[in-house]
């Protein structure tokens, strides 16, 4: 049984050195909005997600949701160069905390499509305002069976000139 823990995280190292490959190669992409990341950043994005998921107590395997985060953000007009790294680790922090409180009722693609949407018109680039209101309202809605979950908007209020049909 013990020959096997070193395999175990052998496969684990060299699936942690696939992503970063892929991480770095996402800067073809990201490049025309003026964004790179250094093979440094993306180890410490892979170091992220490791403790963002045992911090969660969440299993994944390989690094297609970071991989999907950073090709879902990487044109954000609320991220520039000089935080580009932070605001990504950030955002995969958030993601795993969220798709906790969700209790996996949303998929991770929709996760992460409500998220750069509520990001980028909502809560124009505040992460704080990302997680702590818009992602805890729709985790709310989804817990409590809310239909139109991804709806943020608040219920109008009745016009107090208003009569009320009886």
């Given at each position: 049984m013990l020959n096997?823990?070193?395999s175990f995280l052998s496969?684990?190292?060299l699936?942690?050195?696939a992503v970063v490959e892929q991480i770095v190669k996402l800067n073809e992409k990201s490049r025309q909005y003026g964004l790179l990341l250094s093979p440094t950043d993306a180890l410490q994005l892979v170091e992220t997600r490791s403790r963002s998921l045992l911090e969660n107590g969440r299993i994944e395997i390989g690094g297609e949701t970071l991989i999907k985060i950073i090709d879902?953000?990487?044109d954000s007009s609320f991220i520039m160069q000089d935080d580009y790294s932070d605001t990504l680790n950030e955002l995969l922090e958030i993601f795993y905390y969220v798709k906790n409180?969700?209790?996996e009722l949303i998929s991770d693609d929709e996760l992460?499509?409500?998220m750069k949407i509520y990001f980028e018109n909502r809560c124009k680039g505040s992460l704080d305002l990302l997680k702590d209101r818009e992602l805890e309202k729709l985790a709310n809605n989804l817990r409590y069976g809310v239909t139109d979950y991804s709806n943020m908007e608040e219920p109008?209020?009745?016009d107090p000139d208003e009569e009320e049909d009886f």
């Open positions: 096997i823990i070193p496969l684990d190292k699936s942690n050195y879902a953000f990487y409180e969700t209790l992460i499509e409500h109008d209020e009745q």
